[in-house]
Structures are given as structure tokens and as C-alpha cells.
């Protein structure tokens, strides 16, 4: 059985090609324990060697399986599918899609699925392997769930995020962060290092400025961490036999001083 207290939330960007795996790591007081970088067979020895964990993905946990076009299924859908659009996805990233959330279609074939898609189903289908079940269970210590950063960022947010790799979309993601109080620096301390010498010389203070992945991986960590810890706080979108994103809900008026 799973024990908030002592479980840890551990987020996984699966980077894309030859980028490696990132993972950030949250205890029960959301304490950030470990981020890091390393292989699958990296990935697979640290998560496995958790007794009780609760792991977010940052990416489809398996490919559609053509529900959205079967009548029963489609039928309920609200906005219904169009007649000539584009159905090879799942049900989730349609529902999400409608709502101007910047989801990525996940095809039904894996060769028509990006590498960083193809990664996260292989990570999620190695979690199972070693006994990791989908969240939630009532009674499985080791769960896994999918938390897809870009639409996690646009959750919390309010609206679609700048494009991930761009230094605002760097600083914007972590800002959004430290904002849910998550013990990070505070992005906007970049602003008070920026000196005319400095842009003079081609020469920015990012060192404390998170990289996509790590982003990526932090966001997922959360999540995870909110749906156990505040289910109130967080959103699950999609069908259970094909796979339901889970995001956290914006929060209102609680800013950080």
C-alpha cells in the first residue's frame, strides 16, 4: 500500500533522439532530493530501486488504440469529431486539443510517432515490467501516471507558454514553478545579474536558470506530487484503457511575495 508520506515523486523527461533521460525527484514536503540525467538503464535502476514511488512521465505511457473512432466512444465526445479531421489520436489529446491546450498527437503506430514519443512508451512499458502499475491504486506502492510538461505549463499557467527552448520559455516554466512554492531559485533573480557589460560580452547569467529537460522533469515531479498529496489540485483528462494526462489546475490568487 501506498504511504504519501514516505512515497517520492519522481518526474521524467524522456529528451528526444540521443538526448538523454532527465528525472527530478520530490519527497513528501516537496523537497527536491535529486535531478539528474542519465540512460534508460539509468532511469530503470534508480526508479526501481524505489519501494514506494510515485513516477510522472512527460509523454504518452502507450499509442492510441483508435477509440476516438468508434461510435460508442465518439458519440459522447464534446466538441464531437469532425468528419476528414485528423482521428489518429487519442482521446485525451483530442479532449485537450479542443480546449487550445498545445498537446502532441500520439499516432496509433510507432513509426509515426516522434522519438521522444517512442522513448516515453518504452519507459512506461520497462516500468511495468518491474512491477509499476497505473496510477491510481489503492493499494500498489509503485505507481506511474503521464504528465505531459507542455500541458501541465499551459494548466498552470492560463494560457500556452513561450516555446520551451527560448530563454523566456526557460524562465517563464521555472517562474511558474517557484510560484507553487517548489524549492527552487527564483528565475527572476536573472534579471538583477543582467548587466550592460555583461550582454555587451555575449555572456548571460543562467547558471541557475533550468534547462528544458530539467523543466520538463520538474513539472512531471509535481504533478505526480499534487495528485497523491492534493488531489483537489490536479485534472485527469482522457480514457483509463488508453491513457488519461493528468495536469495540475491553476492556481488562484496565492502568488509568492
Known sequence: MMDAERTTYIGIDPGDYRQ??????????QMLIALGHGHLRDVLAY?????????????????????IVQEAVSSGLEPAPVIG??????VAEYLLAARGAPVTQTPA?????PRSIQRAV????????????????TDAPRQVLEAQAEVCYWSMLGLEPFPAQS??????????LFEEKLPIPDPMDFFEEVTRFKLLKGVLPVKDIYTPGELNALVAAY????????????????LADEGEIWLPLKRENEMRK
Open 85 to 90: 479531421e485528423s482521428t489518429d489520436l487519442r
Open 47 to 67: 526508479v526501481g530501486g524505489r519501494a514506494t514511488a510515485t513516477v510522472a512521465i512527460s509523454g504518452p505511457l502507450r499509442y492510441n488504440l483508435g477509440l
Open 109 to 113: 503506430l510507432a513509426r509515426y510517432c
Open 20 to 29: 538523454p533521460y532527465t528525472f527530478a525527484v520530490l519527497d513528501g514536503e
Open 122 to 137: 518504452e519507459l512506461s512499458q520497462c516500468l511495468w515490467e518491474i512491477d509499476y502499475v497505473s496510477f491510481p491504486s
Open 167 to 176: 530563454l523566456e520559455g526557460r524562465l517563464q516554466r521555472q517562474l511558474a
Open 223 to 238: 504533478t505526480a506530487w499534487l495528485a497523491v498529496r492534493k488531489p483537489e489540485r490536479v485534472e485527469r483528462v482522457g
